[in-house]
């Protein structure tokens, strides 16, 4: 595992064996309060990596973001860093609607399409099915 000094944590989340939020303090990090832990995102997949702003018994989990992202690990580490009050999947919708973001429509997968004719992944067009 990694040494957790290296990872960012904002505020603190402590959470029971019934998986409810227990303690919950929020700093402010870039646009609103929220609690963030790398550590967690990166090694241990079923505790609270995120709660974002406006949020106070629900939390995010490494496995949220992964399902949110259809298992893919890249999208799901860009989504995580980029958050930073909003709800994860608020933020994965704007992306999509601003081009950020694409799936595929001939493998499946979600890539980074700004500027991008063609699917990293299976070389199909954009549009293509």
Known sequence: MGDQETYKRVGKCVVNEDGEIVELEKEYYRQ?????????????????????????????????????CNGQEDIAEMIFDEVDWRHPETYFDEQFQCGELDLCGSCGKIFMSYGVDHCPYCGAGRGEE
């Open 32 to 68: 609103g309060r929220i609690f963030k832990d790398e550590y967690a995102f990166h090694h241990e997949p079923k505790k609270p990596c995120y709660v974002p702003e406006e949020e106070e018994e629900g939390f995010y989990t490494r496995e949220d973001f992964l399902a949110l």
